[in-house]
Each structure stands twice: as structure tokens, then as C-alpha cells.
């Protein structure tokens, strides 16, 4: 594994911090880092609400690197419950593939870190409607 993952799980890692905001709203179960084809890690936790009001890790992520004057994305790495494995949901992917259309498919996405598990969000996102 390369020290770039290393240090995206590390930036993920810091704001990993599940925990209630009100009785309706929880926030940090899940966190997700995002690199920047400029090389900059964004970091991003997941708030739930009771009327689905919430947002993933990895979009918080994403619009973090957007309200700091970045679009593109080079990788994307999680951690979900339980330092466990998976992909991004299709809301996701779905901003991803929006966000660069006609590159998207090479954005390398961390899917099971303990085992340095890594795909092409193109091979996630086959035959998407965009293309």
C-alpha cells in the first residue's frame, strides 16, 4: 500500500467520532478522505437525520474540496462502520461521475483498506448513463 492511502485512512481516521448532535441527528459514524488531482486530502463525516435529510461521508467530503476551490478527484477512501469494507452508494457515484464527466472512471476508490483492496470507480459505475 502506498503512503497516500496511508495518509488519507490517518486524515479519515481523525475525524472518525460517532456521536449525537439532538435527538434527531447523529454524525461521524462514518468518515471518508478525498484526494485532490492537486494532491490535497479533504475530509468529510456522514450526518443522519430522522427524515433523510443526512449526507454520506464521502459527498461531505467531496463538497468539502468543492468550497475549497477544487473539482477533481484523483482517489477516495472510507471508513465505515467498523473499519469494515464497501463502495460508495450510488448518490455517490453518481456526484462523482457528474463532477468529471468523461474522466470519472479513473478515480480510485479504497473499498477494503485491511486488504489494500483497490478498484476504478469505472469498474464500480459500468455503462452509466452520462457516458
Known sequence: MDQIWKDMYDAAK???????????????EVSAAVRS???K????????????????????????????????????L????????????GACRELMVQLMPGRYKDIEIMLD????????LGDLTPEWWID
Open 14 to 28: 481523525k475525524v472518525l467520532n460517532g456521536r449525537s448532535i439532538s435527538d434527531y441527528v447523529t454524525a461521524g
Open 37 to 39: 488531482k492537486s494532491g
Open 41 to 76: 486530502i479533504y475530509v468529510g463525516v456522514c450526518i443522519d437525520t430522522c427524515s433523510t435529510l443526512g449526507i454520506c461521508a464521502e459527498r461531505n467530503a467531496i463538497f468539502n474540496m468543492i468550497t475549497n476551490g477544487e473539482s477533481e478527484i484523483d482517489r477516495v
Open 78 to 89: 472510507c471508513i465505515p462502520p467498523n473499519e469494515g469494507k464497501g463502495a460508495p452508494c
Open 113 to 120: 483498506y485491511a486488504r489494500d483492496r483497490v478498484m476504478k
